[in-house]
Structure formats: structure tokens, C-alpha cells
């Protein structure tokens, strides 16, 4: 199975900030790889698709980003409404495998 | 507007059998592969089952092969999870996802005696 690496594991950050979390593969996808925002009590909202791709309606200060085999989700200039878990997920192969999830959270 | 509506959850003994159904509307539900993703309380998300959009070929993870069956049926566009067997590690909150982009709402399923 392909392990997604996501950190760090929480993110205490001021509104403003610019963020950066990364998912590391253990072995090749692609550019099959999502980035998928969950506030709580919420199901996970569509952020990024093909790694560097906006969902319709997300925010231009979200970025997806790779290297190698290091995929980012950057959100530049903080907002209070950007605090959530985020997860990464590849479905490159299956099974398909999330990332273990970010907590973005208020320093 | 996509909509996804799962139902059917609840709390279930261990060894015995649930079924869930995600009734969709707003999309041509046979254009789309669909899948079942969970969420222990408290915890991340893992993928359990994709079906193609046809019906033809469906995939599951480790833990649940043999136990779970994922299906559809396009003509009520409804995509089901029957599970059996539960186990107390099967406890979670189940989505049912249209091609990874949307998210019902999600079922919460508890098993234990």
C-alpha cells in the first residue's frame, strides 16, 4: 500500500500567516493527489484535485503544490475561517490512502 | 445541485449485518464512479470501497473485503454499503462520495453490544 506522510500533525498559526503542509508518498502517483478541508461536525470539502488544481469555489490564497515526491497545500494570508484539519489523499493505485490530517489552529 | 443523502445507520451488535444507502440527485448518477469513506470518532479518514459507474468493478480495502459489499443501482441512483460481520473497529461516520469532489453529509455507525 502507498503510505501518504502528512505533517506536521498540528499547526498553531496567527491570522495573516502563510502556511505550509506536505504529504510525502512512499511511492509514485502522479499527480493523483487531493487536498480536502474538514471543519468540525463537517464533511471534508474539495480543496485541490491533480495536486496543483483549485476546486471550484476555493479561495486563490490556497495553493497545491510538488516536488518530487512531496506534495504542499499552501494558504497564504491566513483567514479565521481557514482553521480546520486538512488531508491529503491519494488515489493513484488502491487502495486509496489519506494522509493522516493537519490541525491548522489558532496560536 | 449535487446532493448526497446517506441513511440507514444506527447502532448494531457485533457479528450482525447493516445496510446503508446514499439516495443522489442534482448529477446523471450513472456518469459517476462513487465510493464510501469513514471517519472513527475522533480520528482521519479512510477510503473503504469504490464502484465504477456501471457497476462493473468495484474495489475495497483490506480490512473489509469479504464483509462489505459496495452496489448501486442506477436506475434509483442510489448507491448502498452492505456490511456484515461488524466488528467494534467498524465504528465510524460513513460518507458517501461522488468521484472524490462531493460529500454527503455522512451515517454514523456504531457497533457494539
Known amino acids: 500500500d502507498i503510505q501518504m506522510t502528512q505533517s506536521p500533525s498540528s499547526l498553531p498559526a496567527s491570522l495573516g500567516d502563510r502556511v505550509t503542509i506536505t504529504c510525502r508518498a512512499s511511492?509514485?502517483?502522479?499527480?493523483?493527489l487531493r487536498w480536502f478541508q474538514q471543519k468540525p461536525g463537517k464533511s471534508p470539502r474539495l480543496m485541490i484535485f491533480?495536486?496543483?488544481n483549485w476546486a471550484a469555489g476555493v479561495p486563490s490564497r490556497f495553493s497545491g503544490s510538488r516536488s518530487g515526491s512531496d506534495y504542499s497545500l499552501t494558504i497564504n494570508s491566513l483567514e479565521s475561517e481557514d482553521m480546520a484539519i486538512y488531508y491529503c489523499?491519494?488515489?493513484?493505485?488502491?487502495?486509496?490512502?489519506f494522509g493522516g490530517g493537519t490541525k491548522l489552529e489558532m496560536k | 445541485e449535487v446532493q448526497l443523502v446517506e441513511s440507514g445507520g444506527g447502532l448494531v451488535q457485533p457479528g450482525r449485518s447493516m445496510k446503508l444507502s446514499c439516495a443522489a440527485s442534482?448529477?446523471?448518477?450513472?456518469?459517476?464512479?462513487m465510493a464510501w469513506v469513514c471517519q472513527a470518532p475522533k480520528k482521519g479518514l479512510e477510503w473503504v470501497a469504490t464502484?465504477?459507474?456501471?457497476?462493473?468493478?468495484?474495489y475495497y480495502r483490506d480490512s473489509v473485503k469479504g464483509r462489505f459489499t459496495i452496489s448501486r443501482d442506477n436506475a434509483k441512483s442510489t448507491l448502498y454499503l452492505q456490511m456484515d460481520s461488524l466488528r467494534s473497529e467498524d465504528t465510524a461516520t460513513y460518507y458517501c462520495?461522488?468521484?472524490?469532489?462531493?460529500w454527503g453529509q455522512g451515517v454514523m455507525v456504531t457497533v457494539s453490544s
Open positions: 462520495v461522488r468521484g472524490l469532489n462531493n
Open positions: 442534482g448529477f446523471t448518477f450513472s456518469h459517476y464512479d
Open positions: 464502484i465504477n459507474y456501471d457497476g462493473s468493478n468495484t
Open positions: 511511492q509514485d502517483i502522479g499527480n493523483y
Open positions: 491533480g495536486a496543483t
Open positions: 489523499l491519494q488515489h493513484n493505485e488502491y487502495p486509496w490512502t
